[in-house]
Structure formats: structure tokens, C-alpha cells
């Protein structure tokens, strides 16, 4: 028995009565890691801090408040689109950095102007991109907050929520993936790297620096994420930057391994 499929229907909208008269909205957290030296006898590591970008806003909703960055987006413009140029307006950055979606968000309330979602983004930034940050129109001031502080705020909106969720993702991908690399110079010791992922995932703790190298550099899984840097005539280049012993020097490659559970 054949089935007859049904004719089609032009179905046609008014555009005018079905459209939100301000676009949907992109909201971004915004990730760095500060560093501030540390005044001792020897050289050693700066000390290093996650923080996460906040505008004050100077509107009449939330006015005064705390918030991420973010904005309406345009008729003319994808969600991806807005939120980089969201990124370049409220930090001067252009599309060179790690950005990401991270999810939709709603609930009844969340803005008091009206049926507002918004989508939020996750965004990584070397510090030294962030000298120049600045509040955008409709903020009165842009200040990176140490993510501990960050959360004692009475953050406008849901973007505390917001905030929670992008933290507990860029500490997922931070043990599974090569992120690391937003935070760190192209070219860095084991102890920088390994420095940066006990920032971000403070539970992540190793007692044992040889093991952590060897299972980095050596197992089958890893292996070949990282690759020494080399002087023209192919010997191992050195750092003596952080160390008084010379530390190899190391860069991230292409390759990304893929994990199985089965």
C-alpha cells in the first residue's frame, strides 16, 4: 500500500507582528588568568589567578549592577556574529581568542522588560588582550573580578547562573581538551602548563611532577598533544624565565586525541 504524500502548504508570516523588535540577545563570560609576580630570593612562578570579565551597567534595568557583557543582536547578524562583536565592543578584541556557545537561557522573569531569552557564550582571553578593556555604551565601567569575588556580587539578571554553568564547562574542557593554550604563551614550560590547569580546576592536584610529565609525554592516549621546541640545528630549547634550572620548552600541536568510554 502506497501512501499519497500530502500536497504542500506555503505557509506565510507577517514579519512585522512575528518579530522581536530588539533581536535576541548574547550574553558572554569572559575568562582570563591575571598573573602577579612574586618578590622572592629565586625565581619562581607569578602567582596566577582565574577572573572573569563584568561591566557595571547604567541603564534603568539593573542599573548599577554587575553584569557579563552581552547584547541585542542584529537583523543583519548571526549569534555568533553578535557575540564577537559584542567581545570586540566591550573588550576591544577582535575573532582571534577561544569563543563558544554555551547554552540558551529562559525562565519567566529573568528580564523585566518583556519575553527576553538570551544565549549565553563562553569566551577565553589571554590576559595581555585584556589591557584595553573597556565599558561599552551602555556600561558605566568594565573590571576583570577574580572568580571567587565575581560570585559575592549581586550579579543583574540570571548571570550568576549563567556564570556557574560556563565556569563548570571551561573546567570540564580544561581536562579534556588543549584550552589550556588560551592562557599560555605559544611556547612554555610543563610547570606554566601544569600552573594554569590547577588554576582553573582547583581539585586537579599533582603530588608527583615526574609522573604528570611522564603520563603527558609518554602515554599512547597523549602522546603527541605536545611537542619540544627546537632550535635550527634541532636541539631542545630551554627557559630559565620562572626556574634557576633551564625547564624545556614545549608548544601545543595540532592534534587532539579522542576519548572513548566503551
Same mark, same amino acid.
Given at each position: 500500500?502506497?501512501?499519497?504524500?500530502?500536497? !504542500?502548504?506555503?505557509?506565510?508570516?507577517?514579519?512585522?507582528?512575528?518579530?522581536?523588535?530588539?533581536?535576541?540577545?548574547?550574553?558572554?563570560?569572559?575568562?582570563?588568568?591575571?598573573?602577579?609576580?612574586?618578590?622572592?630570593?629565586?625565581?619562581?612562578?607569578?602567582?596566577?589567578?582565574?577572573?572573569?570579565?563584568?561591566?557595571?551597567?547604567?541603564?534603568?534595568?539593573?542599573?548599577?549592577?554587575?553584569?557579563?557583557?552581552?547584547?541585542?543582536?542584529?537583523?543583519? #547578524?548571526?549569534?555568533?556574529?553578535?557575540?564577537?562583536? #559584542?567581545?570586540? =565592543? #566591550?573588550?576591544?578584541?577582535?575573532?582571534?581568542?577561544?569563543?563558544?556557545?554555551?547554552?540558551?537561557?529562559?525562565?519567566?522573569?529573568?528580564?523585566?522588560?518583556?519575553?527576553?531569552?538570551?544565549?549565553?557564550?563562553?569566551?577565553?582571553?589571554?590576559?595581555?588582550?585584556?589591557?584595553?578593556?573597556?565599558?561599552?555604551?551602555?556600561?558605566?565601567? !568594565?573590571?576583570?573580578?577574580?572568580?571567587?569575588?565575581?560570585?559575592?556580587?549581586?550579579?543583574?539578571?540570571?548571570?550568576?547562573?549563567?556564570?556557574?554553568?560556563?565556569?563548570?564547562?571551561?573546567? =570540564?574542557?580544561?581536562?579534556?581538551?588543549?584550552?589550556?593554550?588560551?592562557?599560555?604563551?605559544?611556547?612554555?614550560?610543563?610547570?606554566?602548563?601544569?600552573?594554569?590547569? #590547577?588554576?582553573?580546576?582547583?581539585?586537579?592536584?599533582?603530588?608527583?611532577?615526574?609522573?604528570?610529565?611522564?603520563?603527558?609525554?609518554?602515554?599512547?592516549?597523549?602522546?603527541?598533544?605536545?611537542?619540544?621546541?627546537?632550535?635550527?640545528?634541532?636541539?631542545?630549547?630551554?627557559?630559565?624565565?620562572?626556574?634557576?634550572?633551564?625547564?624545556?620548552?614545549?608548544?601545543?600541536?595540532?592534534?587532539?586525541?579522542?576519548?572513548?568510554?566503551?
Amino acid at each position: 500500500m502506497s501512501i499519497k504524500p500530502l500536497p !504542500a502548504r506555503r505557509i506565510s508570516y507577517r514579519t512585522q507582528k512575528h518579530r522581536s523588535p530588539d533581536g535576541l540577545p548574547t550574553d558572554i563570560c569572559i575568562f582570563t588568568i591575571t598573573s602577579q609576580a612574586r618578590h622572592t630570593k629565586t625565581k619562581s612562578l607569578p602567582t596566577k589567578q582565574l577572573s572573569v570579565l563584568l561591566i557595571k551597567r547604567k541603564s534603568t534595568t539593573f542599573g548599577e549592577q554587575w553584569a557579563l557583557p552581552g547584547g541585542f543582536s542584529k537583523e543583519s #547578524e548571526t549569534l555568533d556574529e553578535c557575540a564577537y562583536r #559584542e567581545l570586540k =565592543e #566591550e573588550t576591544n578584541i577582535d575573532r582571534d581568542v577561544h569563543i563558544e556557545q554555551l547554552k540558551t537561557y529562559y525562565k519567566p522573569g529573568r528580564d523585566p522588560r518583556g519575553w527576553i531569552p538570551s544565549v549565553a557564550y563562553v569566551s577565553l582571553v589571554h590576559e595581555e588582550l585584556l589591557a584595553h578593556a573597556k565599558a561599552d555604551d551602555d556600561a558605566s565601567e !568594565a573590571r576583570l573580578f577574580p572568580i571567587e569575588e565575581a560570585f559575592g556580587l549581586q550579579l543583574a539578571f540570571d548571570h550568576r547562573e549563567i556564570l556557574t554553568d560556563a565556569l563548570a564547562r571551561v573546567r =570540564e574542557k580544561m581536562l579534556q581538551t588543549n584550552i589550556a593554550k588560551a592562557f599560555l604563551p605559544g611556547e612554555f614550560t610543563l610547570s606554566e602548563l601544569l600552573q594554569v590547569i #590547577e588554576t582553573v580546576v582547583p581539585t586537579f592536584k599533582v603530588s608527583d611532577r615526574g609522573n604528570f610529565e611522564r603520563r603527558l609525554l609518554s602515554t599512547t592516549r597523549r602522546q603527541g598533544i605536545l611537542e619540544p621546541v627546537l632550535a635550527a640545528d634541532g636541539t631542545p630549547l630551554y627557559s630559565t624565565e620562572y626556574s634557576n634550572s633551564p625547564a624545556k620548552l614545549y608548544r601545543f600541536t595540532d592534534y587532539m586525541p579522542v576519548a572513548m568510554i566503551y
